[in-house]
Nanobody, 125 residues
Framework: QVQLVESGGGLVQAGGSLRLSCAAS????????MGWFRQAPGKEREFVAA????????NYADSVKGRFTISRDGAKNTVALQMNSLKPEDTAVYYC??????????????????WGQGTQVTVSS
C-alpha cells in the first residue's frame, strides 16, 4: 500500500509558474514509477508526465512538453512537477499516481495502482 498526498496547487496568472509536490508513504518509494495526471471539469483524466523509479527516464504529454518538468527525490520520498509558462487550459485538478512497474512510463490511468486526492490548479487569463 502506498499513500500519496499532493500539495502546491493554487491560483496563478497565465505565464506564471507553480510547483506541485507529492509525498509518498508506505511501501518503498523506489519500487514505483510515478506519474502526474490532470482532470478538468467535464473531461477525462489525462496524462501529464511520468518518471521511472530512479529518475533516469521521463515522459511528457505533448501539451506540456518544454513547459513542465517532473522530478523525484528518493531521500525525501517525493515527486515534483514544476510548471512554467502556465496557460488557462492547464486549469485542472492534478493527481499524483504510483505505478508498481518501476521502469514503465505509463500514460494511461489503468497503469497506475495508487492515487492521491488531487490538488487544484487554476490559471487565470
Amino acid at each position: 500500500q502506498v499513500q500519496l498526498v499532493e500539495s502546491g496547487g493554487g491560483l496563478v496568472q497565465a505565464g506564471g509558474s507553480l510547483r506541485l509536490s507529492c509525498a509518498a508513504s508506505g511501501r518503498t518509494f523506489s519500487q514505483y514509477a510515478m506519474g502526474w495526471f490532470r482532470q478538468a471539469p467535464g473531461k477525462e483524466r489525462e496524462f501529464v508526465a511520468a518518471i521511472t523509479w530512479n529518475g533516469g527516464s521521463t515522459n511528457y504529454a505533448d501539451s506540456v512538453k518544454g513547459r513542465f518538468t517532473i522530478s523525484r527525490d528518493g531521500a525525501k520520498n517525493t515527486v515534483a512537477l514544476q510548471m512554467n509558462s502556465l496557460k488557462p487550459e492547464d486549469t485542472a485538478v492534478y493527481y499524483c499516481a504510483a505505478n508498481s512497474r518501476p521502469w514503465e512510463l505509463g500514460y494511461h490511468v489503468s497503469r497506475y495502482d495508487y492515487w492521491g486526492q488531487g490538488t487544484q490548479v487554476t490559471v487565470s487569463s
